[in-house]
């Protein structure tokens, strides 16, 4: 009597655990329609194999992917995934990351701010990127008149680069690092001075430097021109008519805005500054930033360096094909990746410092997201 009470009761439990275990599978559905601007879809409607679209939110959700904090698809501007998981802070801390989590995208904001960059040369405030960096700042005109530095040649074009040809080393040292010059500049009284007074060390145009020194500068020049400090411009020129009205943008205590990699903005807006890469610089109809600015800022700008102005280029090999990626990337695994063939864009944040994992959404996109797209190549299984 008790060996069969005792079977039923194994039989209760292990049918209890299945029904837990059915109900955390990882089940698709469509993204909700909000009042944001965006139309949305369903996977299947724009030809996307859901059974792998699925398997690779459960390896996030397992964590073979590790500290994935959200993960956005848009195709044929409609938004078709969004998927958001619990993970890690900077500061070590566990959080809920959901819709409207306001999420920093670190060096990704270098790519938003190439975009005010070229909003401010389509209202003529800015001539056009070969202006002399000299003409923005003549309150530091002794760092230029210096003729053995040869920064007078320096331009806008060489800033948005990162072929300016000063001295910079932040990637070779942690930016726990006090010697590393993004640290030294945080903590020096004036940022700008700083960066200009690095020593040139390569003629401007000829050798590709990382140097978010620079993305502020560049930042800097749109408070010039314009009147109005970086995130002031964005508001009105940029996040304004996008229907951006959720975000956060760190500064200086001068007031200068960290265009380096300050900003917060939520996952789906981030899918918005991707779109106008693949819509020609438009939202809903309305021209925000010139085409020709982005077909330049998409160009390879650097001789030795596939970057554009302030964008990351690129071509994922999937199968017997290459596919052309626009990316904007930041520390840590900040990722706006826009292909244009494909007329995708996908959103990636998380937090993967230090440990060599910063970049797995482009694994992700690889293994499963490019493959699961049919219009690139039939799906295919992936371990």
Known sequence: MYCGRFSLIILAVAMLLCRISDAKEYQYAIPEQL???????????????????????????????????????????????????PGHEEDGKTQIYQRDTQHGIHSATKSVNSLLIGIAIDQKLIAGVNEKLSKFFPEYKSVFENKDSGKGAISLKHLLSMTAGLAW????????????????????????????????VATPGTKFNYNSGISIVLGEIIHKVSGMRADEFAEQHLFKPLGISEYSWLKYPSGLVQTGGGLYLRPRDMGKIGYLLLSGGRWQGKQIVSERWLRDSTKQQ??????????????????????????????????????????????????????????????????????????????????
């Open 169 to 200: 080393d932040e990637t070779s040292l942690p930016y726990t690092d006090p010697r590393n010059d993004h640290v030294a500049m945080n903590h020096s009284e004036d940022q700008i001075r700083y960066v200009l007074e690095r020593p040139l």
């Open 35 to 85: 009042s944001d601007g965006w139309a949305t879809a369903d996977l299947r409607s724009e030809n996307f194999d859901v059974p792998l679209i699925a398997r690779l939110i459960e390896h996030i959700r397992n964590n073979t992917y590790k500290s994935i904090h959200s993960l956005l698809l848009i195709k044929n501007g409609k938004l078709v995934l969004e998927e958001y998981f």
């Open 302 to 383: 650097a001789p030795d360096r596939t970057y554009g102005y302030q964008w990351w280029l690129g071509k994922l090999p999937v199968g017997d094909r290459r596919v052309v990626t626009y990316g904007a990337q930041g520390r840590s695994g900040q990722f706006i990746l826009a292909m244009p063939e494909l007329q995708l864009v996908a959103i990636c944040t998380g937090w993967n410092d230090g440990n060599g994992l910063g970049e797995q959404a482009f694994d992700m996109l690889k293994r499963f997201i490019l493959p699961a797209d049919h219009q690139l190549l039939p799906a295919s299984a992936s371990k």
